[in-house]
């Protein structure tokens, strides 16, 4: 993809001697400048925000999940379904 901007002589003279510092062309600077912002605002994000958040069928189950018994009973009834469905 191509980008052109227009920038200020200052802005223009600053990249260039950012490109001189760094060894690299113009385009391999802004590349590795965007790539540093980027990882930047990750780096605030926990890794559950970063994969999407929580998956929606985790929120819309029922409130009690928390007890042992009542996870070990739904992952069973979803074992058997499956089993079930691949069985026709």
Known sequence: MTLTVKLAEQE??????IAVAMNANQSDVVRALINE??????ADKTLLERRGGHPKYLLDGPADMSERSKRKAL?????????????R
């Open 12 to 17: 223009q003279k600053r990249l260039e001697a």
């Open 37 to 42: 912002k980027f990882e930047s605002l990750q």
């Open 75 to 87: 992952v069973a009834e979803k074992l058997s379904a499956k089993a079930a469905r691949r069985a």
